[in-house]
């Protein structure tokens, strides 16, 4: 497709959501499919795009041959299980999957057969070996021990909690896939006295919410609930009603169901590490209403007084509320550098300089804002979302970088608010400590490269860092930040090989050794930054499994420093190692041999004899050893 259908289609994504994007697509539908996935992306994106939309992006995107949505998709493999008719939610799901770089296979499970599938560890179910379980629940289900009165007896609360707890321990003890299970989402038709609490008995509302309390505790790291609240958010007509459950056995009307498989989709995305990580942001009628350089700084509109600056003050709270969930917010904008320098004097704003964890003001493109953007963060464009008022500057930017996800602002602050609550940004399944974090340690990570960019002599810059690296064995504390690294870390990553917590113990069971690497500088803490996984192999040599690192720590020699431990604790055994080569890990393409390693001709794999010690540069690092030996 030419770039008159990109440019088509941003200016009818901004106007027309969904609907402008396919009938864009469908007026350039001879041009080819070149930015066909940057606009699949958008719709999806878009509001909360409905059934009949959705099915059209569908057939667009089965037509063009389902061409890739998002660099390197990742293969995830899941399996529902429902009480009702779920045969028509694989399709979507897998459209809203590949929007989020994820090549997904679904499998569904027979009407009203989950305690049968679930319980019985000879079922199809675990045949598959499904790498996610999703559990849907219908409002029927819950019936069996809620009853159907406006009032629920306390005991019949305990009751169904007991019943989804024999679930998620047959699911646990049967197989070793992730988890998702949706609580209570609600009911067709409601009764009165929702919000009564009347000894040992609630009103419907309230003996949800004491579920769900109840269904958080029942999560480990392999098991997370599902946030389905935007289905409620649709309305009766919409989300739940009475017409499909009625002639369909299905608990969603059509639109629903959509909306089902997107919070589907965000919640597998968030589990495997493809979950956007960072907004980058306009400044002018994006985050305030004006130009600041043709109205001057002050007068440009944010505030509390009520209008468009109230709506500009409420898009800056909803961007600064996600921080503590783990996002990252940039700044690309046309404007001069010594703009910033004014930012935290404004009294209407709610954000301050300092949530921006890179900012890139000057009047060259903002392609390249971007690139540096990517640099100062040290991950890709296409785990970033780009909000922006001007349809020019957001086609300018996918022609450059056509992995990134954009939401068009404006030209009201409530179309740019909702557009934004309702691309689902920052929604996630499951957080670890560093997800927390990951604001703060990547802005210590822009302030270090400054540094390191200014400084006249690397090695002296490397020692004035006071790098402490801490190595520990896998265990209950880092298991989750463990398994979330081998599954987001694709750059600096010799195999790629996706291990849960689960395969990583079950790997130390059988001999093998897990180490996780924890970051320090002058900067501050990066936090768990880098893991290795050795396995034994024949005649008694060492097989390096897997070996990978944050790309926040690059040019550092943490990888130098993880490798002497390994040849350290190897010594008088042979190693052996594989660099599997994936679309985004040419980074390491050369660490093996810079280690010392020679490739074997037969079998490709690299090998270091047990008489070598490798060839291993400096290392400017205070190193405390807390790992176990495997």
Same mark, same amino acid.
């Given at each position: 497709?030419?770039?008159?259908?990109?440019?088509?289609?941003?200016?009818?994504?901004?106007?027309?959501?969904?609907?402008?994007?396919?009938?864009?697509?469908?007026? /350039?539908?001879?041009?080819?499919?070149?930015?066909?996935?940057?606009?699949?992306?958008?719709?999806?994106?878009?509001?909360?795009?409905?059934? !009949?939309?959705?099915?059209?992006?569908?057939?667009?995107?089965?037509?063009?041959?389902?061409?890739?949505?998002?660099?390197?998709?990742?293969?995830?493999?899941?399996?529902?299980?429902?009480?009702?008719? #779920?045969?028509?939610?694989?399709?979507?799901?897998?459209? !809203?999957?590949?929007?989020?770089?994820?090549?997904?296979?679904?499998?569904?499970?027979?009407?009203?057969?989950?305690?049968?599938?679930?319980?019985?560890?000879?079922?199809?179910?675990?045949?598959?070996?499904?790498?996610?379980?999703?559990?849907?629940?219908?409002?029927?289900?819950?019936?069996?021990?809620?009853?159907?009165?406006?009032?629920?007896?306390?005991?019949?609360?305990?009751?169904?909690?007991?019943?989804?707890?024999?679930?998620?321990?047959?699911?646990?003890?049967?197989?070793?896939?992730?988890?998702?299970?949706?609580?209570?989402?609600?009911?067709?038709?409601?009764?009165?006295?929702?919000?009564?609490?009347?000894?040992?008995?609630?009103?419907?509302?309230?003996?949800?919410?004491?579920?769900?309390?109840?269904?958080?505790?029942?999560?480990?790291?392999?098991?997370?609930?599902?946030?389905?609240?935007?289905?409620?958010?649709?309305?009766?007509?919409?989300? %739940?009603?009475?017409?499909?459950?009625?002639?369909?056995?299905?608990?969603?009307?059509?639109?629903?169901?959509?909306?089902?498989?997107?919070?589907?989709?965000?919640?597998?995305?968030?589990?495997?590490?493809?979950?956007?990580?960072?907004?980058?942001?306009?400044?002018?009628?994006?985050?305030?209403?004006?130009?600041?350089?043709?109205?001057?700084?002050?007068?440009?509109?944010?505030?509390?007084?009520?209008?468009?600056?109230?709506?500009?003050?409420?898009?800056?709270?909803?961007?600064?509320?996600?921080?503590?969930?783990?996002?990252?917010?940039?700044?690309?904008?046309?404007?001069?550098?010594?703009?910033?320098?004014?930012?935290?004097?404004?009294?209407?704003?709610?954000?301050?300089?300092?949530?921006?964890? #890179?900012?890139?003001? /000057?009047?060259?493109?903002?392609?390249?804002?971007?690139?540096?953007?990517?640099?100062?963060?040290?991950?890709?464009?296409?785990?970033?979302?780009?909000?922006?008022? #001007?349809?020019?500057?957001?086609?300018?930017?996918?022609?450059?970088?056509?992995?990134?996800?954009?939401?068009?602002?404006?030209?009201?602050?409530?179309?740019? %608010?909702?557009?934004?609550?309702?691309?689902?940004?920052?929604?996630?399944?499951?957080?670890?400590?560093?997800?927390?974090?990951?604001?703060?340690?990547?802005?210590?990570?822009?302030?270090?490269?400054?540094?390191?960019?200014?400084?006249?002599?690397?090695?002296? +810059?490397?020692?004035?860092?006071?790098?402490? %690296?801490?190595?520990?064995?896998?265990?209950?504390?880092?298991?989750?930040?463990?398994?979330?690294? +081998?599954?987001?870390?694709?750059?600096?990553?010799?195999?790629?090989?996706?291990?849960?917590?689960?395969?990583?113990?079950?790997?130390?069971?059988?001999?093998?050794?897990?180490?996780?690497?924890?970051?320090?500088?002058?900067?501050?803490?990066?936090?768990?930054?880098?893991?290795?996984? %050795?396995?034994?192999?024949?005649?008694?040599?060492?097989?390096?499994?897997?070996?990978?690192?944050?790309?926040?720590?690059?040019?550092?020699?943490?990888?130098?420093?993880?490798?002497?431990?390994?040849?350290?604790?190897?010594?008088?055994?042979?190693?052996?190692?594989?660099?599997?080569?994936?679309?985004?890990?040419?980074?390491?393409?050369?660490?093996?041999?810079?280690?010392?390693?020679?490739?074997?001709?037969?079998?490709?794999?690299?090998?270091?004899?047990?008489?070598?010690?490798?060839?291993?540069?400096?290392?400017?690092?205070?190193?405390?050893?807390?790992?176990?030996?495997?």
């Amino acid at each position: 497709m030419s770039t008159q259908l990109l440019v088509d289609g941003v200016a009818a994504l901004r106007t027309d959501g969904a609907q402008g994007v396919v009938a864009a697509i469908q007026r /350039h539908a001879a041009s080819g499919p070149a930015h066909l996935p940057a606009l699949l992306r958008g719709a999806l994106l878009a509001g909360r795009p409905n059934a !009949f939309d959705v099915l059209r992006l569908d057939r667009t995107w089965q037509r063009a041959g389902r061409p890739a949505l998002k660099p390197a998709p990742l293969p995830v493999a899941a399996a529902i299980v429902a009480d009702w008719t #779920s045969e028509g939610l694989p399709r979507p799901l897998q459209l !809203f999957a590949a929007a989020m770089g994820m090549d997904l296979s679904v499998s569904t499970t027979p009407f009203d057969s989950v305690e049968m599938q679930v319980l019985d560890p000879a079922s199809a179910l675990y045949a598959g070996r499904p790498g996610v379980v999703i559990v849907l629940l219908s409002e029927e289900w819950w019936q069996r021990s809620l009853g159907t009165a406006a009032l629920v007896d306390d005991a019949a609360i305990t009751a169904a909690v007991d019943a989804v707890r024999r679930i998620l321990e047959a699911l646990r003890q049967h197989g070793d896939a992730r988890i998702l299970v949706a609580p209570p989402w609600g009911e067709s038709v409601g009764h009165p006295g929702r919000l009564l609490h009347l000894p040992g008995h609630r009103g419907r509302t309230l003996a949800r919410l004491e579920i769900l309390q109840r269904m958080q505790q029942l999560c480990d790291q392999r098991t997370a609930l599902l946030d389905l609240d935007p289905i409620g958010q649709l309305g009766r007509d919409r989300g %739940l009603g009475l017409v499909s459950r009625l002639r369909a056995r299905i608990p969603f009307e059509p639109d629903g169901l959509v909306c089902l498989a997107r919070q589907l989709a965000l919640a597998l995305a968030a589990l495997h590490g493809r979950s956007h990580r960072a907004i980058v942001c306009d400044l002018d009628n994006t985050l305030w209403g004006g130009v600041a350089a043709e109205d001057g700084f002050a007068q440009v509109v944010c505030g509390r007084e009520g209008g468009d600056a109230l709506g500009y003050r409420l898009v800056q709270e909803h961007l600064q509320g996600l921080l503590p969930l783990g996002l990252v917010l940039a700044v690309a904008s046309r404007n001069q550098p010594g703009l910033f320098v004014e930012f935290d004097s404004h009294p209407g704003f709610a954000l301050r300089s300092t949530d921006f964890a #890179s900012a890139q003001l /000057h009047l060259q493109a903002k392609s390249l804002s971007i690139s540096r953007i990517e640099q100062d963060l040290g991950f890709a464009s296409d785990l970033m979302a780009f909000l922006d008022d #001007s349809p020019q500057e957001l086609v300018e930017v996918l022609l450059t970088h056509p992995w990134i996800d954009i939401v068009p602002a404006g030209p009201t602050p409530e179309q740019t %608010l909702l557009r934004l609550a309702e691309a689902g940004i920052g929604c996630i399944a499951t957080a670890t400590e560093d997800d927390l974090q990951r604001h703060q340690r990547l802005g210590s990570r822009v302030r270090q490269l400054h540094a390191e960019q200014s400084a006249a002599d690397p090695e002296e +810059f490397l020692r004035s860092l006071a790098i402490r %690296l801490t190595f520990s064995a896998l265990d209950q504390a880092n298991a989750a930040r463990l398994e979330q690294l +081998f599954h987001k870390t694709n750059q600096f990553n010799l195999t790629t090989r996706r291990h849960t917590a689960a395969a990583l113990q079950a790997m130390v069971e059988r001999g093998g050794t897990v180490v996780g690497v924890h970051y320090q500088d002058a900067f501050g803490s990066q936090g768990l930054i880098g893991a290795y996984a %050795l396995v034994p192999g024949a005649d008694g040599e060492v097989v390096i499994d897997s070996l990978l690192m944050s790309c926040r720590v690059l040019n550092r020699r943490v990888e130098d420093a993880m490798f002497r431990r390994i040849r350290s604790q190897t010594a008088g055994r042979s190693l052996v190692a594989e660099y599997l080569p994936t679309a985004k890990n040419g980074l390491v393409r050369e660490l093996l041999p810079r280690w010392g390693f020679v490739q074997a001709a037969s079998d490709g794999r690299w090998t270091l004899p047990a008489e070598a010690m490798g060839t291993i540069p400096a290392i400017h690092a205070t190193i405390r050893d807390d790992a176990v030996e495997g």
